[in-house]
């Protein structure tokens, strides 16, 4: 029986018994959607770093909150990185969702990523790695910032806070960021500031320093909030608590000195002390950066 007829008799038996002939029809098979390269190549290259485009980033919440995009170390940053493109790695988080969609959130690396942007960088080195723990996420971030460029005393302080309220215990802060555990305390005890008292700080973070911070505000009960605010707002006015005038707390020498050793020689570096005396303090983490240390103080 040749197969037209067959099909034939097939059609003819439905009819007869009342049945939609839609039955004798196979529907034709759904085909998944055909997945997106860019995330097969990020799946790819997890724990790896790779060029990922600028426009793919995300920032979410970042430990580094207190930014001043518009300073003069900031475009020092974006005229560098115009030049010579990013030359430390960032790194981010693949986020995948169930409908194949995927986010690429950066974990360590806000402030590249904008230099980057504003520089009209299309694409920067990136390390992949699988969305985790957000615990772990913030003592990235953290651990990053602290080993690269110097972060704001409240920024710290609230990252510390975080990993707290995440389960951390202060010894495990005092040892993973090897801080003596009376100076996380401290931190900890400016986490709890007044958020009244925190937006004076962000308002003028320059004004405010660790040593600052610890020594004239830390050491004494405030009998308001409005009071502690108040004697924050007379740091930035330049006038102390008895009235004087203030002095500045590193000199405008000095913080460029430590913003080109961490722009231009990748060695991080921290100025303390007031505009009369001070110090500079030179960290390295390789034998690399101990060379490029040497040669920049090398005399002729």
């Not at 960032?90 to 959130?105: Q, T």
């Not at 040892?175 to 958020?195: N, S």
Request: proline fraction near 3%.
């Amino acid at each position: 029986m040749s197969k037209r007829q067959k099909a034939a008799d097939v059609l003819s038996k439905i009819a007869s018994e009342g049945k939609d002939l839609s039955v004798a029809v196979k529907p034709p098979t759904a085909r998944a959607p055909a997945e997106d390269a860019t995330l097969q190549a990020l799946r790819r290259n997890l724990g790896k770093v790779v060029l990922v485009p600028v426009k793919l980033l995300v920032i979410e919440k970042n430990v580094r909150t207190i930014l001043d995009t518009g300073s003069e170390e900031f475009e020092v940053l974006v005229e560098d990185i115009r030049l010579n493109g990013v030359r430390q790695n960032i790194a981010v988080e693949l986020h995948e969702d169930e409908k194949g969609g995927y986010r690429l959130v950066v974990v360590f690396g806000q402030r590249r990523v904008l230099a980057a942007q504003k520089a009209g960088i299309e694409t920067i080195p990136s390390l992949i790695v699988r969305a985790g723990d957000p615990a772990d996420r913030i003592f990235l971030g953290l651990a990053e910032n602290l080993f690269r460029t110097e972060m704001h005393p409240l920024d710290k302080a609230e990252a510390y806070q975080e990993l707290i309220d995440a389960g951390w215990s202060t010894q495990m802060l005092s040892e993973k960021f090897e801080r003596k555990k009376r100076t996380v305390q401290g931190f900890l005890r400016l986490a709890r500031f007044p958020e009244k008292a925190k937006a004076v700080i962000r308002g003028s973070p320059d004004h405010f320093t660790t040593h600052l911070l610890f020594n004239r505000f830390l050491g004494r009960a405030w009998e308001s909030e409005a009071e502690l605010a108040q004697a924050l707002k007379q740091v930035i006015e330049g006038r102390s608590n008895n009235g004087a005038p203030s002095r500045k707390i590193v000199s405008e020498e000095a913080s460029k000195l430590e913003q080109s050793a961490v722009q231009y020689f990748g060695v991080a570096c921290k100025a303390s002390g007031t505009a009369d005396s001070g110090k500079l303090v030179f960290t390295w983490q390789s034998r690399e950066e101990l060379d490029k240390l040497n040669k920049l103080f090398q005399q002729e």
